[in-house]
C-alpha cells in the first residue's frame, strides 16, 4: 500500500482480555517498529523487526506484550491479560532498513482497557 | 526511557513569528531526525539531519545540529496556524538501529 496500515484504529477491551493489533508496512520495508504513545508523551520505543527476526525488543515492558512478523511483512502485537495501564496509542512505523533511513508512521491503534 | 529531550515543553506564539525547539540527548548518534504529530496521531518526518552535518534546511523548517553539545534545533520561520502541533526529536544510537524519541514540544500558533 502507500503508507503504513494499521488496524483496529481504535479498540475498547475489558481488563484480563487479549488484544491483538496489526501492522501493514509500506512495501518493500524490511524494518518494522512498534512504538506506545501516552497522553502527551512521546512514542516509547517497544520493538524493531529487520525481516522476521525481533532484532531488539528491549523495550516490551513485561511478557504480556509479543509481536511476530512470520513472513517479513505483516507484524501483529499482541498483549495478553490486558491492564489498564495498556491503554495508550500504538504506533507502528516502517522503513527501508538501515541507519539513517526515514521511518513512516501509521495512524496508530488507540487502545483503551476498561 | 528516552533519549531525547526537548525545550521548551510548550510553546505559544503569533502567526507569522519564528518558533524555536531545541533537543538534547545523551549518547552518540548516527543521526538525528525531527517530526511533526497531529492531534495525538501519526507522526510525520519532517528532516534528517546525519552526525557529521550541522545544518540543514528544508522549506520554512531549518535544524542544527551540534554534537560537541549533543544538540539540535528546530526553527521554524514566518510560522502559520497550520504548524500548530507536537514536535519531536529522534535519534538512532550508535550501537544499533533502534529509533528514540523525547518527549516534544507542543507548539500552537495563534492566528
Known amino acids: 500500500g502507500a503508507g503504513v496500515s494499521q488496524t483496529p484504529s481504535n479498540k475498547v477491551t475489558e481488563k484480563g482480555k487479549y488484544v491483538e493489533l496489526r501492522c501493514d508496512p509500506i512495501?518493500?520495508?524490511?524494518?518494522l517498529y512498534w512504538y506506545r504513545q501516552s497522553l502527551g508523551q512521546g512514542p516509547e520505543f517497544l520493538i524493531y523487526f529487520q525481516g522476521t527476526g525481533a532484532a531488539d525488543d528491549s523495550g516490551l515492558p513485561n511478557d504480556r506484550f509479543f509481536a511476530v512478523r512470520p513472513e517479513g511483512s505483516v507484524s501483529t502485537l499482541k498483549i495478553q491479560r490486558t491492564e489498564r495501564g495498556d491503554s495508550a496509542v500504538y504506533l507502528c512505523a516502517s522503513s527501508p532498513g538501515g541507519v539513517g533511513n526515514t521511518i513512516y508512521f501509521g495512524e496508530g491503534s488507540w487502545l483503551t482497557v476498561v | 526511557s528516552q533519549q531525547g529531550e526537548e525545550d521548551p515543553q510548550a510553546l505559544s506564539i503569533q502567526e507569522g513569528e519564528n518558533a524555536t525547539m531545541n533537543c538534547s540527548y545523551k549518547?552518540?548518534?548516527?543521526?538525528l531526525q525531527w517530526y511533526r504529530q497531529n492531534s495525538g496521531r501519526g507522526l510525520v518526518h519532517l528532516i534528517l539531519i546525519r552526525s557529521n552535518e550541522r545544518e540543514k534546511h528544508s522549506g520554512r523548517l531549518r535544524v542544527t545540529l551540534d554534537t560537541s553539545k549533543k544538540s539540535s534545533s528546530l526553527l521554524i520561520t514566518a510560522s502559520r496556524a497550520a504548524d500548530t502541533a507536537s514536535y519531536f526529536c529522534?535519534?538512532?544510537?550508535?550501537?544499533?538501529?533502534?529509533?528514540?524519541f523525547g518527549a516534544g514540544t507542543r507548539l500552537f500558533v495563534k492566528a
Open positions: 529522534a535519534t538512532d544510537g550508535t550501537g544499533g538501529f533502534k529509533t528514540i
Open positions: 549518547t552518540s548518534i548516527n543521526n
Open positions: 512495501s518493500g520495508h524490511t524494518a
